[in-house]
């Protein structure tokens, strides 16, 4: 167990929907991560944010969008979602000497 | 732009064989993970990799760094079944400790 816990675990949903995941990063940890993974694909880093604030960006979608609280908990927003959205999203947190990043189960969406 | 290139991408193999899977990256980097991963299951981490000729063993698997060749390796030694799963490498791209993969190497280890 990482200490990052993801929710929901499974999600299943139509094209055109909005939906929203959600991540608790471990105890201390100020970086969060959101990742997608396809079937059989590596992964694509989504976006990061550090204490509150976008740090970095990568091949997000302009459908997609994330935040991170001040409890430092994150949510993912995915909105008029497409069926090649389906694939197995992760969140990750950082911290202490060596930032290695830890992850969470993912959830995994399927748009039907 | 850094890139990270992993080889083999597919690797099947029998038990108690040795193999290396090998991490190449592009520009200065002075931080290296491996990762495991099982099929649809999470990310794992194995190894942080810090300095020039950094060496960590863990069971039948070894890391090593190279910073001057921007080389990794991955050493399987006696492999066994258990160690059948996708492993990826990372690099470090920048002070935001953003992670450039690789794009994982698929291993199956048959009896």
């Known amino acids: 167990d990482s200490g990052v816990t993801q929710t929901p675990k499974h999600l299943i949903t139509a094209t055109g929907q909005r939906v929203t995941l959600r991540c ?35 091949n997000i979608l302009e459908r997609f969008s994330a935040q991170q609280f001040p409890d430092l908990h994150s949510e993912l927003n995915l909105s008029s979602l497409e069926l090649g959205d389906s694939a197995l999203y992760f969140c990750a947190s950082s911290g202490g ?16 | 732009e850094l890139k990270v290139e992993q080889n083999p991408l597919f690797l099947s193999m029998q038990e108690g064989k040795n193999y290396t899977i ?10 290296l993970y491996w990762y495991r991963q099982d099929p649809g299951k999470s990310l794992e981490s194995l190894f942080v990799l810090l300095s020039n000729g950094a060496v960590k063993q863990e069971g039948r698997l070894m890391a090593s760094l190279d910073t001057k060749a921007r080389l990794s390796t991955l050493h399987i030694t006696a492999a066994v079944h258990d160690l059948s799963a996708t492993y990826f490498c990372a690099v470090v791209l920048d002070s935001n400790y953003q992670l450039i993969w690789g794009a994982g190497t698929k291993l199956i280890i048959k009896p």
């Open chain 1, 24 to 58: 608790s990063p471990r105890s201390g940890d100020l970086s969060v991560y959101w990742y997608q993974q396809s079937l059989d694909q590596g992964l694509q880093f989504l976006i990061q944010y550090y204490n509150g604030e976008e740090r970095a960006k990568g």
């Open chain 1, 97 to 112: 000497s060596y930032n290695e990043q830890f992850f969470g189960p993912g959830t995994r969406l399927t748009v039907l």
């Open chain 2, 22 to 31: 090998y991490c190449n990256y592009s520009t200065t980097s002075d931080r």
